[in-house]
């Protein structure tokens, strides 16, 4: 079972990954269904024509809303998965608490990037992904952050990088330039923990050395 939440643009990755797993996954193995507090999206209805149950709570996933975790227990319980997969930081917050509570045999959190949180929020996610039975971790740097910010076990943490349709890198029917130069495209959110400032700073020196290059940033926020 994969619990991603489906709440606001920056949830839209995660979306996408569920939706391509729907599609991989072997189902002969698998049972698969997928749950979502609210805000279901255009993942739920891809899903749903692969014949992947889609669920909705009908709840909002915030932290602070008590409302949730209820609605997740009782889902729970009905459902009796062996495995709750739980992705981005609401869900990874209500599954940690209430998944060992519902009878869950096997908990797993799974945190898409870096997150922003302040010393309170990391001591608390720190204790909630000891009540895991792992955390999954996308990339080196996320699980670093993991390791040395949130003090989590390098036993406790499994790295898993993201999947993607093999059709992506298909080759461009695109004629090759031919003026040498090279053009790189940063595709991404507009925000902080994208680090623009860093690629923007390190194009100084990629000039430096190959005066041609051309860099472009695609992004909203």
């Known amino acids: 079972m994969f619990m991603p939440t489906a709440r606001a643009r920056r949830n839209t990755r995660v979306e996408s990954i569920t939706a391509m ?3 991989y996954i ?26 992947i149950p889609v669920d909705h709570l009908g709840t ?3 932290l ?70 792992s955390v999954v971790a996308v990339a080196k740097a996320t699980q670093d952050y993991l390791e040395q910010e949130e003090n989590l076990s390098p036993d406790k943490i499994d790295l898993i990088y993201n999947c993607i349709d093999a059709s992506y890198f298909e080759a461009s029917a695109r004629a090759p330039r031919d003026d040498g130069e ?16 860093t690629l923007i700073r390190s194009m100084k020196t990629v000039v430096e050395a190959h005066p041609g290059v051309l860099l472009s940033i695609a992004g909203e926020g």
């Open 21 to 23: 797993l729907g599609r």
């Open 182 to 197: 090279k053009h790189l495209l940063a595709v991404g959110r507009l925000v902080e923990e994208k680090n623009h400032i």
């Open 64 to 133: 602070s809303n008590p409302q949730a975790p209820i609605a997740l227990w009782k889902y729970l319980r009905e459902q009796e998965p062996d495995v709750l997969h739980a992705a981005i930081g609401e869900a990874i917050f209500h599954g940690a608490l209430v998944g060992k509570l519902a009878g869950v045999p096997c908990v797993i959190g799974e945190e898409v990037g870096i997150p922003a949180r302040s010393p309170k929020a990391q001591f608390i996610f720190g204790v909630l992904y000891h009540m895991m039975d």
């Open 26 to 51: 072997d189902r002969s193995r698998v049972e698969l269904r997928v749950c979502t507090f609210s805000n279901p999206g255009d993942a739920a209805a891809q899903l749903e024509r692969a014949g």
């Open 60 to 62: 909002s996933p915030r």
